[in-house]
């Protein structure tokens, strides 16, 4: 199994909602990633987990909060978000943190109003 | 000036010919990445390469390290093949340094 699962595909939600996206991956990777992706713009890196514990963190606002439970599922829990925060969110996965190739999910489509 | 400076921006063949995508960087890199991403948002590794030259089906990759060069190449082009090309190499901290991309449609 080479497959990065996200859900929800899309998700429309208000500035004062709680919500979360999911990510998940059964091939025994110990690194994952959140990026955020703009229209016609690179991924920008948002968080990294590593062995399940929170490596890397861009200056990402805290109104987006990573969670890893266990070595195959990341959760992005998201709340009082700005319409600005609307994007692709994509979830990736590697065997470690090191110089390997990443896995990516599908992507969810958020949409802030 | 960019650290990782793709080009073309955007390219446009027909089916059957031979593309080559071009990818220089500044900065020092422990491997350097090449991705695909289709319209509506999935992007899949192609290639991880740190030296010389990797091939897969229709795709070549190689890399220049003295020259912090690499290019993608793709032999007999189908309109599948039509998607964005991004070059990416991984920095000290093993990050990943993206490129702009290359949006490349073939036509039939």
């Known amino acids: 199994d080479t497959e990065v699962t996200q859900t929800p595909k899309h998700l429309v939600m208000g500035m004062t909602n709680k919500k979360s996206l999911k990510c998940e991956q059964h091939?025994?990777?110990?690194?994952m990633y959140w990026y955020k992706q703009k229209a016609k713009k690179p991924p920008e890196l948002m968080f990294v987990?590593?062995?399940?514990?929170?490596?890397i963190n861009e200056s990402v606002p805290s109104r987006f909060s990573p969670e890893c439970p266990n070595s195959s599922l990341l959760n992005l829990h998201l709340h009082a978000l700005q319409p600005e925060d609307s994007a692709l969110y994509l979830c990736?996965?590697?065997?470690?943190?090191?110089?390997?190739?990443?896995?990516f999910g599908p992507g969810t489509r958020l949409t802030v109003t | 000036k960019n650290e990782v400076e793709q080009s073309p921006q955007n390219l446009t063949a027909q089916e059957g010919e031979f593309i080559t995508i071009n990818c220089s960087y500044s900065?020092?890199?422990?491997?350097l990445h090449w991705l695909q991403q289709h319209p509506g948002g999935g992007i899949v590794s192609l290639f991880m390469?740190?030296?010389?030259?990797k091939k897969h089906g229709r795709l070549i990759a190689t890399i220049n390290i003295q020259e912090k060069h690499s290019s993608l190449h793709i032999t007999a082009s189908h309109p599948r093949d039509s998607a964005v090309y991004i070059c990416a190499p991984s920095d000290s901290n093993y990050q990943l340094i993206w490129g702009a991309g290359t949006k490349l449609i073939i036509k039939p």
């Open positions: 987990y590593s062995y399940e514990k929170l490596s």
């Open positions: 990736a996965s590697s065997l470690t943190g090191g110089s390997y190739e990443q896995y």
């Open positions: 900065v020092g890199i422990s491997a």
């Open positions: 091939m025994g990777h110990r690194a």
């Open positions: 390469l740190s030296s010389g030259k």
